[in-house]
């Protein structure tokens, strides 16, 4: 079975945390749960970058009350399954 291609939510461990069909999906999800805001996560797909992470190495402070500092989103192949599912 082919793999298709979506985002993944990564906690700060490295662990993935949500998939998600679309940069839309992900952003809406992550200011709805106070991860992050929209920019960060597109920042975060074309950079690599982790949220709330500065280039010096340190952290910014999020002066909203997003809580997802170190976490970060990437493209990654899934099974289908794992997209079908991703709702439940």
Known sequence: MEKVKAIVLFSRQDKPRKVFKNMAEAQRYCVENMICNQGWVTRSLETGQRFYEAQDGGYTISHNGYEGHGM?????????????????
């Open 72 to 88: 970060y989103v990437r493209w990654a192949k899934v099974k289908p399954e794992v997209l079908e599912r991703r709702n439940r």
